[in-house]
């Protein structure tokens, strides 16, 4: 029996496992080895780290865990979970099964590009999602947007105010755009091509969008901000509450609806919040809030067991 099941080796679960090491908690981190960001090869807004390669970081983080002899990293990826509060079940891809008494999900969520060849190949690349983490990369350069969703057309606004002078936005096929979209793209000199994507070929610097019509345009960087799903259904499997936009719900600890499970990165948020952020240094910072918090549990229900017991 562990104290705690950490589902995901990111960096929220691994920052979860160091706290509960220091804490001399019997921790199990079990990690698939997916990282949303593994085609990426810098991370950013992260003090000391900005520009580091987030593989090296994680292999870091996998390397300081080594020092605490009560975690466990394990590889591998964890099929379904069950029980409740001081007796969870988790089983694991090659049968294995493994109890908690806590159990923390870290598991993250997957982009899914549109469907458009060569798109997915160069997400990370030439073709980014987020202009926190790539906009300053990108400055000046001539810029595309692909997306049909009227509501992230307004990223195509953004990169126009703050990153570039040239920015036209693919809408793949959707033809009109809310007035007030088209309004605040046109005020920022944004150009609107509506005719559906056929194929993304090229690299950063010369990336190229061809059309079904036959026409072509040529980018130094586009931008494409992909439809997500959870990257695991264990907290629905749980029984924890998930909102409208697939995400764990969580409250400011870090702990979902369900007594003695907590959730941390991108896989959950707040309700008030519009989205789950997916920058590493939030993502490290919620691992660790949940864990503190999920630490001080086990101590008060370790302190109420040794109260039954001395009574008894």
Same mark, same amino acid.
């Given at each position: 029996?562990?104290?705690?099941?950490?589902?995901?080796?990111?960096?929220?679960?691994?920052?979860?496992?160091?706290?509960?090491?220091?804490?001399?908690?019997?921790?199990?981190?079990?990690?698939?080895?997916?990282?949303?960001?593994?085609?990426? +090869?810098?991370?950013?807004?992260?003090?000391?780290?900005?520009?580091? +390669?987030?593989?090296?970081?994680?292999?870091?983080?996998?390397?300081?865990?080594?020092?605490?002899?009560?975690?466990?990293?394990?590889?591998?990826?964890?099929?379904?979970?069950?029980?409740?509060?001081?007796?969870?079940?988790?089983?694991?891809?090659?049968?294995?099964?493994?109890?908690?008494?806590?159990?923390?999900?870290?598991?993250?969520?997957?982009?899914?590009?549109?469907?458009?060849?060569?798109?997915?190949?160069?997400?990370?690349?030439?073709?980014?999602?987020?202009?926190?983490?790539?906009?300053?990369?990108?400055?000046?350069?001539?810029?595309?947007?692909?997306?049909?969703?009227?509501?992230?057309?307004?990223?195509?606004?953004?990169?126009?105010?703050?990153?570039?002078?040239?920015?036209?936005?693919?809408?793949?096929?959707?033809?009109?755009?809310?007035?007030?979209?088209?309004?605040?793209?046109?005020?920022?000199?944004?150009?609107?091509?509506?005719?559906?994507?056929?194929? &993304?070929?090229?690299?950063?610097?010369?990336?190229?969008?061809?059309?079904? +019509?036959?026409?072509?345009?040529?980018?130094?960087?586009?931008?494409?901000?992909?439809?997500?799903?959870?990257?695991?259904?264990?907290?629905?499997?749980?029984?924890?509450?998930?909102? +409208?936009?697939?995400?764990?719900? &969580?409250?400011?600890?870090?702990?979902?609806?369900?007594?003695?499970?907590?959730?941390?990165?991108?896989?959950?948020?707040?309700?008030?919040?519009? &989205?789950?952020?997916?920058? &590493?240094?939030?993502?490290?910072?919620?691992?660790?809030?949940?864990?503190?918090?999920?630490?001080?549990?086990?101590?008060?229900?370790?302190?109420?067991?040794?109260?039954?017991?001395?009574?008894?």
């Amino acid at each position: 029996m562990y104290d705690v099941i950490v589902v995901g080796g990111g960096p929220a679960g691994l920052s979860a496992a160091l706290v509960f090491g220091r804490q001399h908690r019997r921790t199990l981190v079990v990690d698939g080895g997916r990282p949303r960001n593994a085609p990426a +090869d810098e991370m950013h807004m992260m003090l000391s780290r900005d520009g580091f +390669d987030p593989a090296e970081l994680l292999a870091i983080g996998r390397s300081e865990l080594a020092a605490y002899p009560t975690v466990e990293v394990r590889r591998g990826s964890v099929v379904s979970a069950g029980g409740a509060i001081d007796d969870f079940e988790v089983t694991l891809a090659d049968g294995s099964r493994e109890r908690a008494r806590r159990v923390v999900l870290a598991t993250g969520q997957v982009d899914e590009p549109y469907d458009i060849p060569g798109l997915a190949e160069r997400f990370g690349s030439c073709v980014f999602h987020c202009p926190y983490c790539h906009g300053w990369e990108v400055s000046g350069k001539t810029l595309a947007v692909i997306s049909a969703d009227p509501a992230e057309a307004m990223l195509a606004g953004y990169l126009a105010d703050r990153f570039s002078t040239d920015v036209v936005l693919c809408t793949h096929g959707i033809e009109e755009l809310p007035e007030e979209v088209a309004a605040h793209l046109a005020a920022r000199g944004v150009k609107v091509d509506t005719a559906p994507v056929a194929r &993304v070929t090229g690299q950063l610097e010369e990336v190229t969008v061809e059309f079904s +019509d036959g026409r072509t345009l040529t980018r130094q960087a586009l931008f494409h901000k992909a439809p997500t799903r959870q990257h695991a259904l264990l907290a629905a499997e749980l029984g924890c509450e998930i909102l +409208d936009d697939g995400t764990v719900r &969580v409250d400011e600890t870090g702990q979902t609806t369900v007594p003695g499970v907590a959730a941390a990165g991108d896989t959950a948020k707040l309700p008030g919040m519009p &989205v789950a952020t997916t920058l &590493v240094v939030l993502g490290a910072a919620d691992g660790v809030r949940a864990a503190v918090w999920m630490d001080g549990g086990l101590f008060r229900a370790d302190l109420e067991s040794a109260a039954d017991g001395a009574e008894r």
